[in-house]
């Protein structure tokens, strides 16, 4: 029935079913039962049958559901409680010998009222059985002074039960308590008897319906909560044929829909002939062309990705018929660039959007990364807060010298940039194709208080929506990170278990190695009216460039498009000269003074902030490429006439003959302003020149290392950050960097040089001219990245592994009450040291940073946006053979200094305050000094044995060749079939029950590889994967059976306790 009293539906049973029990499990779900073997489920929305579950004791008079079970009271007195998903008997109770009459759940206490078998026959039981869901085993019983039959919780301050007679008395106590005779209240019925009783959700109203169809509510106040959303009762209107209201024709509010009009076949006043009115409905806004170009078929239905321009389910109507603009209705651009143009128009080239991982059931592992990346180099991935500097971190590991020398550099910083950027490098270095993750980088970023104060780190609701202006956001990061691990390589004194960075041969005496590539010294000179002159030197890691403002600046710019070498613009923006107040020492006041800036030496990189952050800058770059076009149209054209319009067709027989320059297309002519190689060379007065320099160049004037002896020097363009303008997605950032040789001989065996796409994990190759394109209307440019020739020819770009046996010694721990009784775990000895080929036990436990982002959509299923961020807490190393099999040599607790949502205790076994050092009692370490321990041991060559390692080493951030990887998971794995707990496997094969109450790393480890040397006993060392095969048949069968869950334990030890290893105990 609806809220009004009207019926919505009527739903037939068979004549033969006798039903007594309804149970609403959901909004649209209904169970019910009654004296027959079995129990229907029927769906309120389709109003059909959907299940029908076989009981196995018949008779299900009352049903009752919580977040565990379904409890169903049968009339034999039983009361069996069912899996809420297969509806299978997990527990029964035999409450009463007679029959059951009510019972109730509330928390863990179930509560039941019957009636027991007695000579005369059934006789009312005055003990309500009480049962502990936890134990699944009965309490004390709790004697009543009434005859019970119904029976409530009325959870309030104390979990209280109203037990109610039939005869109408009531009585209120505690399931644990005792009975009180005082406590008994009368309820007066109409009838003789009371039929049922029910209390509100609210708890604040107890109904009472009797024998003579009468209803007697009860209530704490006058107007009380019938539940949480309470609204008042819509009963039925009353009819009104008998009393209508009169109607007053001058009220244009009046509803004239208050007169019940009779059913007639005559025409209506209403109905207008068709000469004098014409149907006039409302127009359908036009379907986005975004979603008509994506949309796919699947017979007459068309699905497309939402492209999130409007809000979910909103869709803006014009009333007026007058407004022409209501057909090409857009979207405003955000982007200050373009804001007059169409954004239809200037549509972003797929491989240069933004791109998402999707996220299933198993997170990342059924992602096809490769789809996006087909070569040998490792992308980011982009779901890590403030990954916005993805495509920069690749530009500096394309830097050859700065890859080097940032792996050859470690420091005992806990949260040092160039230590982490080393890790990360590294890698990047092992990866085949493989994402990696910047998540330890950006940590130690997000704990620089230089970052948080220049505005570097951005909130996660402005990085997802776009809010942030991610071109001056990447280029003040560029300027920051030059000057951190600057910084950081200054630090010149390393201790000795650091030692292998100070035998780098890039390091000097007072000055850092990224000071050697990227500074440039200057001189600043402060002219004042008076002719008293100021110099002072100084040093600059980058430039930014400044464009001319008006025809007094030097350079032949105005806006009737004059041509305006980038040359010309990068000399003033280098030899920046302006006009400012500044102090007078002769004058002894503020003056105007002219300050101008003359280049000492020349940096070997040479790093520009492009600075194109309004309409201003934008257009400038737009106009020089248009004048560069037509100027490179003339110079291509030769002979022909300039009034022949030239087609793709005519440009190839423009290529000259074998030996010579190939003429460039049409296409990779247009939006080209910046050059791919630019001359320096600084005269004699401390002066600089500077032009673009082509290959034309070279040859007329022959190799440009020659001319380095005069101070000529030649820098050819390494890498170009742009921005990307996407109203859709709020824009991006993605990098085109040139590849040298050696990484391609690193990687793919080859020697060439190759111009590609970095769009976080997506990479691709591209042609150079597309490099130095920018569509001003969706790509700005950023940063540009020019490098001198023949540079890796100045520099040692060997790496010597700077992290030595030392780090695997023992350590103090962080935490101020850690004991040596606490101690967990017994440090390696010098005879102990690991060789290549030794088995290693690893585990670790996480605790989550930020909770999982996920939507529901509109069929239901969930979609996850943005995965939980965990952060590794525990890390425990154990033992794989000698003497001390078994007993862990790293078992370490990591210190962090961000907030914590979940510690996930039940199965981390991490409780709050075991990584506060001020409280903690274990042996508690900072992330890095872990970290190198498992450097060590993989760099050492050592084979990790655990169970679900690929998790583990992706929150760890560890990259790990897979032949040094030994995962129970998948040894005991059939293809297409279900993984399988360590848990359940360590039952099966071991006879262990581990994982109790909580999870322990230790066990875990210990059990793994007790489970790798079963694996070998059962494949004889892999020989006989038939046989194994057989095993594991066995395994998913037994599995089957009993739905993967280990027997309950019955008095049994834990194997961390066991006898097995004497000496972890001896602690």
Same mark, same amino acid.
């Given at each position: 029935m609806a809220r009004g009293g009207l019926i919505i539906f009527d739903y037939l049973l068979d004549e033969s079913e006798d039903m007594h029990s309804?149970?609403?499990?959901?909004?649209?779900?209904?169970?019910?039962?009654?004296?027959?073997?079995?129990?229907?489920?029927?769906?309120?929305n389709t109003v059909q049958e959907t299940q029908k579950y076989a009981v196995e004791t018949p008779g299900v008079a009352i049903m009752r559901q919580t977040n565990r079970f379904f409890f169903c009271g049968h009339t034999s007195g039983k009361i069996s409680l069912r899996d809420l998903r297969t509806f299978k008997v997990e527990h029964e109770f035999d409450a009463f010998s007679g029959s059951l009459s009510d019972f109730d759940v509330h928390g863990n206490l179930l509560a039941s009222c019957g009636f027991s078998s007695r000579l005369t026959g059934l006789a009312c039981d005055r003990f309500l059985k009480v049962y502990d869901l936890r134990m699944m085993r009965a309490i004390t019983p709790l004697q009543v002074h009434v005859d019970p039959a119904f029976l409530r919780f009325i959870p309030t301050y104390t979990s209280r039960l109203a037990i109610i007679s039939q005869s109408g008395q009531c009585?209120?106590?505690?399931?644990?308590?005792?009975?009180?005779?005082?406590?008994?209240?009368?309820?007066?019925?109409?009838?003789?008897?009371?039929?049922?009783?029910?209390?509100?959700?609210?708890?604040?109203?107890?109904?009472?319906?009797?024998?003579?169809?009468?209803?007697?509510l009860w209530t704490d106040s006058p107007e009380p909560s019938f539940?949480?959303?309470?609204?008042?009762?819509?009963?039925?209107?009353?009819?009104?044929?008998?009393?209508?209201?009169?109607?007053?024709?001058?009220?244009?509010?009046?509803?004239?829909?208050?007169?019940?009009v009779p059913l007639t076949t005559d025409t209506l006043l209403s109905d207008w002939p068709a000469a004098n009115s014409a149907p006039a409905p409302r127009r359908a806004p036009p379907v986005d062309a975004e979603i008509l170009r994506t949309m796919k078929k699947v017979g007459f239905i068309g699905y497309a990705p939402n492209p999130r321009t409007r809000l979910r389910n909103q869709i803006p109507y014009r009333l007026k018929e007058s407004d022409s603009e209501f057909d090409s209705f857009s979207k405003v651009t955000e982007s200050p660039i373009g804001r007059e143009e169409e954004p239809h128009l200037h549509m972003v080239s797929k491989k240069y959007r933004k791109v998402t991982i999707k996220y299933s059931k198993l997170g990342l592992e059924d992602f096809d990364f490769?789809?996006?990346?087909?070569?040998?180099?490792?992308?980011?991935?982009?779901?890590?807060?403030?990954?916005?500097?993805?495509?920069?971190?690749?530009?500096l590991y394309f830097l050859e010298p700065v890859r080097c020398l940032i792996q050859n550099h470690l420091c005992q910083k806990e949260f040092c940039l160039a230590c982490e950027l080393g890790f990360l490098f590294h890698m990047l270095d092992l990866s085949r194709g493989d994402p990696c993750q910047g998540s330890n980088f950006l940590r130690a970023f997000r704990t620089i208080p230089e970052a948080s104060a220049l505005g570097l780190i951005l909130a996660d609701s402005d990085e997802a929506s776009g809010k942030g202006n991610l071109a001056r956001l990447i280029q003040r990061w560029n300027r920051f990170i030059l000057t951190q691990l600057h910084q950081d390589m200054q630090e010149l004194e390393v201790p000795q278990a650091y030692r292998g960075a100070a035998s780098s041969s890039f390091c000097s005496s007072g000055d850092s190695v990224i000071g050697q590539l990227f500074s440039c010294e200057m001189e600043n000179c402060s002219l004042c009216r008076c002719g008293s002159e100021t110099v002072r030197?100084?040093?600059?890691?980058?430039?930014?460039?400044?464009?001319?403002?008006?025809?007094?600046?030097?350079?032949?710019?105005?806006?009737?498009?004059?041509?305006?070498?980038?040359?010309q613009v990068l000399k003033r923006s280098i030899c920046l000269e302006q006009n400012t107040q500044a102090w007078c020492d002769n004058c002894e006041k503020y003056q105007p003074t002219i300050q101008t800036r003359n280049i000492r030496h020349l940096p070997d990189i040479l790093v520009i902030n492009c600075e194109v952050n309004s309409l201003k800058e934008a257009d400038f770059w737009r106009m020089q490429a248009d004048v560069a076009f037509k100027m490179a149209i003339k110079k291509h054209s030769g002979e022909i006439s300039k009034n022949t319009e030239l087609a793709l067709a005519d440009w190839k027989e423009l290529g000259s003959p074998e030996g010579?320059?190939?003429?460039?297309?049409?296409?990779?002519?247009?939006?080209?302003?910046?050059?791919?190689?630019?001359?320096?060379?600084?005269?004699?007065?401390?002066?600089?020149?500077?032009?673009?320099?082509?290959?034309?160049?070279?040859?007329?004037?022959?190799?440009?290392?020659?001319?380095?002896?005069?101070?000529?020097?030649?820098?050819?363009?390494?890498?170009?950050?742009?921005?990307?303008?996407?109203?859709?997605?709020?824009?991006?950032?993605?990098?085109?960097?040139?590849?040298?040789?050696?990484?391609?001989?690193?990687?793919?065996?080859?020697?060439h040089q190759q111009w590609y796409l970095f769009n976080d994990f997506l990479i691709e190759p591209i042609d150079k001219h597309e490099a130095v394109q920018f569509d001003m209307n969706w790509k700005v440019p950023a940063i540009l990245y020019y490098t001198k020739r023949n540079l890796n020819s100045k520099y040692n770009l060997n790496i010597k592994n700077p992290i030595e046996a030392s780090v695997l010694m023992a350590e103090a721990s962080l935490a101020r009450k850690q004991r040596k009784t606490h101690t967990t775990f017994i440090p390696l000895m010098l005879n102990e040291m690991p060789q290549v080929g030794d088995l290693v036990g690893l585990d670790a436990e996480f605790v989550t940073l930020n909770e999982e982002e996920a939507e529901l959509r509109s069929d239901g299923t969930k979609s996850t946006i943005k995965p939980s961020q965990m952060s590794v807490a525990r890390i425990t190393c154990v033992r794989g053979q000698g003497p001390n099999e078994g007993i862990p040599f790293i078992d370490d607790y990591i210190s962090t200094q961000e907030q914590v949502v979940d510690y996930l205790t039940?199965?981390?076994?991490?409780?709050?305050?075991?990584?506060?050092?001020?409280?903690?009692?274990?042996?508690?370490?900072?992330?890095?000094?872990?970290?190198?321990? =498992?450097?060590?041991?993989? &760099?050492?060559?050592?084979?990790? %044995?655990?169970?679900?390692?690929?998790?583990?080493? +992706?929150? !760890?951030? =560890?990259?790990?060749?897979? &032949?040094?990887?030994?995962?129970? %998971?998948?040894?005991?794995?059939?293809?297409?079939? +279900?993984? !399988?707990? =360590?848990?359940?496997?360590?039952?099966?094969f071991l006879d262990l029950k581990i994982q109790g109450e909580t999870h322990d790393s230790i066990e875990d480890a210990r059990t793994a590889l007790q489970l790798y040397q079963k694996y070998l006993e059962l494949s004889k060392n892999g020989t006989e994967p038939e046989s194994f095969h057989k095993v594991l048949k066995g395994l998913y069968e037994k599995g089957r059976k009993m739905d993967w869950k280990v027997p309950e334990p019955e008095g049994q030890t834990s194997p961390k306790n066991a006898a097995v290893f004497p000496s972890v105990l001896a602690l």
């Open positions: 309804l149970l609403l499990t959901d909004s649209s779900m209904l169970l019910v039962g009654g004296l027959q073997n079995h129990i229907l489920e029927i769906d309120l009585q209120f106590c505690e399931p644990t308590g005792l009975a009180n005779p005082a406590d008994i209240f009368h309820v007066n019925p109409v009838g003789p008897l009371l039929m049922t009783f029910d209390v509100s959700a609210s708890k604040q109203a107890l109904a009472f319906g009797d024998s003579e169809g009468c209803v007697h539940n949480p959303y309470s609204r008042e009762t819509e009963f039925a209107l009353p009819c009104l044929v008998d009393s209508l209201p009169p109607l007053d024709w001058s009220q244009d509010l009046l509803p004239l829909s208050l007169i019940p490769k789809h996006y990346n087909k070569t040998l180099f490792a992308g980011l991935e982009p779901h890590i807060p403030n990954a916005y500097c993805n495509c920069m971190i690749q530009v030197a100084s040093s600059t890691l980058l430039f930014t460039l400044s464009y001319p403002e008006g025809s007094n600046s030097g350079i032949p710019y105005n806006k009737t498009g004059k041509n305006c070498d980038f040359a010579m320059l190939r003429c460039p297309s049409i296409e990779e002519l247009k939006n080209v302003w910046l050059p791919f190689s630019i001359r320096m060379k600084l005269t004699k007065n401390k002066g600089l020149d500077v032009c673009n320099w082509t290959d034309g160049d070279e040859m007329q004037w022959g190799p440009a290392r020659a001319e380095e002896e005069h101070g000529v020097y030649v820098y050819d363009l390494m890498a170009t950050v742009v921005h990307i303008l996407d109203s859709r997605t709020g824009g991006s950032l993605v990098a085109h960097i040139k590849v040298g040789e050696t990484y391609h001989q690193r990687k793919e065996g080859v020697t039940q199965y981390s076994g991490i409780k709050p305050g075991d990584l506060d050092a001020k409280i903690s009692s274990k042996h508690l370490t900072t992330l890095k000094s872990t970290y190198l321990k =498992l450097r060590f041991l993989i &760099d050492i060559g050592v084979k990790f %044995v655990g169970h679900g390692l690929q998790k583990d080493f +992706r929150v !760890i951030n =560890l990259m790990v060749p897979k &032949d040094q990887v030994l995962d129970t %998971v998948y040894l005991f794995h059939m293809p297409r079939k +279900r993984m !399988i707990s =360590l848990r359940f496997l360590a039952w099966y």
